[in-house]
T-cell receptor
Framework: TQLLEQSPQFLSIQEGENLTVYCNSSSVFSSLQWYRQEPGEGPVLLVTVVTGGEVKKLKRLTFQFGDARKDSSLHITAAQPGDTGLYLC?????????????FGTGTRLTIIP | DAGITQSPRHKVTETGTPVTLRCHQT?????MYWYRQDPGHGLRLIHYSYGVKDTDKGEVSDGYSVSRSKTEDFLLTLESATSSQTSVYFCAGRGLNGNTIYFGEGSWLTVV
């Protein structure tokens, strides 16, 4: 059972365009993280959002956590070729002091120069 | 540098043979994780550890076992490798009070 669904699964756009990637679940998470993964490497954390409705910005990337803490979005403004990669969202569930991370299916983003 | 090293990085093995993947960390992470990554499935948790000799199952633990005899090392064993276990395996670690998970570079396993 995949708790987190990401859309779109693949996205290819021209340099300079804007885009939004979505991460949706029926589960409530204590926090949600976004990662970027380059080919041949492990995922690298971009941001953690904790509070429902929270918005965080990382240069041209804007991350939002849904009010009910079940979903999140990643918006990229004026995309650049360096943004190309696999973007993964991950929901954190805390259980008796232990935390588990459940990853989404991923969005493979390609920015065309 | 996440301080997490996986070995081997690439391995081809035959069906039915046991395989052990090693994860070594130098950051004193308390929590350690083994994930597998497959197209269309993202990263799925196999097993995790919340301390030395304390481990628990993830969502896809069948056919896998783990051991953590010291903080630095977390081993993943495929007891009898099958073709369905062909995948990329990632080890990850997290500190006691941190929310950042650091990943290793991955181990590519092919079972023929």
């Amino acid at each position: 059972t995949q708790l987190l669904e990401q859309s779109p699964q693949f996205l290819s756009i021209q340099e300079g365009e804007n885009l939004t990637v979505y991460c949706n679940s029926s589960s409530v998470f204590s926090s949600l993280q976004w990662y970027r993964q380059e080919p041949g490497e492990g995922p690298v954390l971009l941001v953690t959002v904790v509070t429902g409705g929270e918005v965080k910005k990382l240069k041209r990337l804007t991350f939002q956590f849904g009010d009910a803490r079940k979903d999140s979005s990643l918006h990229i403004t004026a995309a650049q070729p360096g943004d190309t990669g696999l973007y993964l969202c991950a929901g954190v569930i805390s259980n008796f002091g232990n935390e588990k991370l459940t990853f989404g299916t991923g969005t493979r983003l390609t920015i065309i120069p | 540098d996440a301080g997490i090293t996986q070995s081997p990085r690439h391995k081809v093995t035959e069906t039915g043979t046991p395989v052990t993947l090693r994860c070594h960390q130098t950051e004193n992470h308390r929590y350690m994780y083994w994930y597998r990554q497959d197209p269309g499935h993202g990263l799925r948790l196999i097993h995790y550890s919340y301390g030395v000799k304390d481990t628990d199952k993830g969502e896809v633990s069948d056919g896998y076992s783990v051991s953590r005899s010291k903080t630095e090392d977390f081993l993943l064993t495929l007891e009898s490798a099958t073709s369905s276990q062909t995948s990329v395996y990632f080890c990850a670690g997290r500190g006691l009070n941190g929310n950042t998970i650091y990943f290793g570079e991955g181990s590519w396993l092919t079972v023929v």
